[in-house]
């Protein structure tokens, strides 16, 4: 059975992607970061979204796996997600189809 966690910028099943295809899989974890491609990202910040992952997997491991345990894991990414983007390591794709500063309004630093 396909179990998923769909948060706004995060996207957790227990499937593998085959040929572009979802295999549903129980023993495997599938993340897929920021679908909708609302921020712009380095291989460095994005490298740290999947260490969160699996820190965050590895501390459920003997858990029962459960949408619910998927939504705890999908929740503290998003909040590891905006602390990147608090601290500048992302920023938000203007190019964006649906431009909408889902984790807030970004600041503008003035000049005084």
Sequence with gaps: MLLKCTTRHVHILTAELI???LAPREDTLTLDVD???EFLWSAESLAKVYREFDAQVAAYAGSDLTEYNLRRIGSE???FIRGLLEKGEIAYNLDTRALNYSMGVPQVVTEA
């Design 35 to 37: 679908p909708d491609n």
């Design 19 to 21: 040929d572009d295809e």
């Design 77 to 79: 990414l998003e909040h």
